[in-house]
């Protein structure tokens, strides 16, 4: 059996993208294939990542459900994955990983994502939630995640590419 093909389900945002880097980080030293789903404006910061294989750009609208492209774009992505990491903790972001029949999906209880998640996360409430880059990290189940700090390096030619991808230049 080769490597756990898993998909990432990336948050919304840039900053919280970036704090999921030590996340994919632990995820690839224990051998896992990652491919990480993201809308447009995120994908650029998981390309810069050394730790992942690929990246879906998801042609999801900011706030939308659109049930029937997320069905078609899990009917493609059917059988392609062992696991799903779903750091959102909306609805809409662990109906991809449950729609392409992804076995084991991991996120934290919210938002009815109940019957979504196969492995479910205590949500702890804001006042008691750890910081984010150890909130994320937590998703891989390992325990030692209080200390992790995302590692960002990029050569000249990979910050050429990140820009060009979102239309800029130095």
């Known amino acids: 059996m080769g490597p756990l093909r898993s998909l990432v389900i990336a948050p919304q945002w840039i900053g919280d993208a970036v704090m ?24 650029p910061v998981y390309r810069a990542m050394p730790q992942v294989s690929a990246v879906i750009e998801l042609p999801f609208a900011h706030g939308g459900l659109q049930f029937s492209a997320r069905r078609r774009m899990a009917s493609a992505m059917a059988g392609e994955f062992d696991i799903a990491y779903v750091c959102p903790n909306s609805l809409k972001s662990a109906l991809l990983p449950l729609l392409a029949k992804i076995p084991k999906r991991v996120g934290y209880l919210g938002e009815a994502r109940i019957g979504l998640l196969t492995h479910r996360l205590k949500n702890p409430s804001k006042g008691k ?14 325990a030692d995640v209080a200390q992790d700090i995302p590692r960002l390096r990029l050569d000249d030619g990979q910050i050429d590419q990140a820009l060009a991808a979102m239309g800029l230049r130095r």
Not at 20 to 43: D, H, I, K
Not at 131 to 141: D, K, R, T
């Open 20 to 43: 999921t880097e030590p996340l994919m980080r632990r995820l690839a030293a224990r051998g896992e294939q990652l491919t990480v789903g993201a809308l447009p404006w995120v994908a």
């Open 129 to 142: 939630r750890p910081p984010m880059v150890a909130f994320y990290s937590a998703l891989s189940g390992e």
